[in-house]
């Protein structure tokens, strides 16, 4: 089946800080999506983005379909982005989740 | 709209006894699917269902496990003869899919099995 990395895999950052999640995959996909689980452990969707760009709010996702990875920007971090992030892939079925980021913002 | 709703919130169950789960998904939502997980891994597809067809079942999943949606509207996830190893996080999720398109995935809280 298709491998789903993504790195890294914790991320420690100030408050106000940027970042960059990186998340490639082994085959070619129609669908991929992000993730954050917050500490509660509930699922947000974030981006359904099998390729281009999008941006919403401080969040932006681009996902480079040819090259098999997509990047989730967070800029000015705050302590409510703190959780785990998902990217998962796949077809016009099911999605394979990767293993996730965890990340922990610090006032 | 109420998002996707799942319960219990939390089950603990004996091993060998049979636990049952229902997920109601978002009303014009036609996918519902069944994922696990457990600490420190993504979500793993078990199973998932378009309208009252269930299409697709993971090959992991045990012959103890069976899923149901008998009218395209919630669904239930029995688990039979449970087993320590089942003892993980059941989520639900839907989707609105038509033809070959995607569109996005929204989870509910989860029903968090514990078996002693």
């Known amino acids: 089946g298709i491998q789903v990395e993504q790195s890294p895999p914790d991320l420690i950052l100030q408050e106000g800080a940027n970042s960059t999640l990186r998340c490639n995959f082994s085959?070619?996909?129609?669908?991929l999506q992000w993730f954050h689980q917050n500490p509660w452990g509930q699922l947000i969707n974030l981006f359904y983005?099998?390729?281009g760009t999008k941006q919403n709010g401080r969040l932006s996702a681009t996902t480079v379909a040819t090259e098999r990875y997509s990047l989730l920007y967070i800029s000015s971090s705050q302590t409510t982005d703190s959780g785990v992030y998902f990217c998962?892939?796949?077809?016009?079925?099911?999605?394979?989740f990767g293993k996730g980021t965890m990340l922990l913002v610090s006032p | 709209d109420t998002g996707v709703s799942q319960n219990p919130r939390h089950k603990i169950t004996k091993r060998g006894q049979n636990v049952t789960f229902r997920c109601d998904p978002i009303?014009?939502?036609?996918?519902l699917y069944w994922y696990r997980q457990t600490l420190g891994q993504g979500p793993e597809f078990l199973t998932y269902?378009?309208?009252?067809?269930?299409?697709?079942k993971s090959r992991l999943l045990s012959d103890r496990f069976s899923a149901e949606r008998p009218k395209g509207s919630f669904s239930t996830l029995e688990i039979q003869r449970t087993e320590q190893g089942d003892s993980a996080m059941y989520l639900c999720?839907?989707?609105?899919?038509?033809?070959?398109?995607?569109?996005?995935?929204?989870f509910g809280s989860g029903t968090q099995l514990s078996v002693l």
């Open positions: 009303s014009e939502h036609n996918r």
């Open positions: 269902f378009q309208n009252e067809a269930q299409l697709e």
């Open positions: 983005i099998p390729s």
């Open positions: 085959d070619s996909v129609n669908n």
């Open positions: 998962a892939v796949g077809g016009y079925s099911t999605l394979t």
């Open positions: 999720a839907s989707s609105s899919n038509r033809g070959r398109t995607n569109e996005k995935l929204f």
